[in-house]
């Protein structure tokens, strides 16, 4: 997790709460989940959340 979060502040983007569910969600999964699954899990404890920052916070995290 630490790797993907240190990917999101290499790319000038902020550690929201939004961002944070998301890495966890992905941090916890031990398949490879696309970017609907990841955006439905994250749903659910972050109603607010859209698919546009799941799929940002997703690209900048592995980038690099």
């Known amino acids: ?6 990917g ?4 000038g983007l ?3 709460h939004q ?3 998301i890495l966890r ?4 999964d031990e398949t490879h989940p696309d970017v609907e699954t990841v ?3 994250v749903r659910k404890r972050v109603p607010t959340n859209s698919l546009e920052t799941v799929y940002r916070t997703l ?3 592995t980038a690099g």
Do not use: F, K
Request: aromatic content about 4%.
């Open 1 to 6: 997790m630490q790797q993907l979060s240190q």
């Open 8 to 11: 999101i502040r290499d790319a």
């Open 14 to 16: 902020r550690l929201t």
């Open 19 to 21: 961002r944070l569910e």
């Open 25 to 28: 969600v992905v941090a916890a």
């Open 39 to 41: 955006y439905e899990a």
């Open 59 to 61: 690209a900048a995290a």
